[in-house]
Every structure is written in C-alpha cells, then in structure tokens.
C-alpha cells in the first residue's frame, strides 16, 4: 500500500511496515551515482538524524538500465531498538542533475532476508529514470 508521496519521493509499506520501499529522484548530493550514494550515506551515520544505529555499510559497483549504478547494502537497527534490519538501496543518474534512489527496507530475521531480494530485483527490474 502507497503510504507516502511527494514531489520527490514515493514510499510503499506493506502492512505493519514490515517491508518498506521507497523511489525517490532529487539532487541533494549531486548529480552522480557515487555523490548521491556517499552523501545518503553520510546522513545515515548521522544518528542523531537518521536514526539508525550501529551501521553497517558495504558499497557495490553496478549497472542500472544501462548506466552506472551504486549499490548499498546496510545493516542497523533504528535507535533505541534491538532488532536487526536490513537495508538495500541502488542508486542511479538520471538527466537534470536528478538522481534516483531505490531502497527496500526489512527486518534482517527469518524469511524477510529472501523476501526482499525477491522485492528489490523485481523493483529495480521496473525502475525507468527520467519518466515523468
């Protein structure tokens, strides 16, 4: 179900939020793959802001409808809880300086682990850059 949407940014959440997917095309970072993906990624270790905490990040080269792409994959847990979550995240340069952003989001126990690649590579299979 679409639970948020605004000009930049589109968010789905199934029910109780267990997963969360969110689009989102801006140019906050820059307008490459790489600048978007390092400063999202300086925001999350911003705990105080982002909420995440005890991150973990590993950062992939990748390709994205047929250009450059960064891949992220995060592990944390929101402040003030214990519960693992993962996070997945490709970014991708579009025209105009926007770059898009797509992340799925779960708690990293039992078969959500598998659920969300299934979720990310269907997602990334129907991202299209610069459509409005």
């Known amino acids: 179900m679409r639970t948020k949407k605004n000009a930049i940014q589109t968010i789905w959440a199934s029910r109780g939020s267990m997963y969360v997917i969110v689009v989102k095309r801006d140019t906050s970072y820059g307008p490459t793959a790489q600048a978007a993906a ?11 802001e982002s909420s995440m905490a ?41 025209d105009a300086g926007h770059v898009y952003q797509l992340l799925v989001d779960t708690t990293a126990t039992g078969d959500h682990l598998a659920r969300q690649r299934e979720l990310f590579e269907t997602a990334r299979a129907q991202l299209v850059t610069d459509v409005e």
């Open 54 to 94: 005890d991150l973990r990040a590993t950062t992939h080269t990748t390709r994205q409808g047929g250009k450059d792409a960064v891949w992220l994959e995060l592990g944390y847990h929101w402040r003030g809880q214990t519960t693992p979550r993962k996070r997945v995240e490709v970014f991708v340069a579009g």
């Open 38 to 48: 390092d400063g999202q990624l300086a925001w999350y270790r911003k705990e105080a």
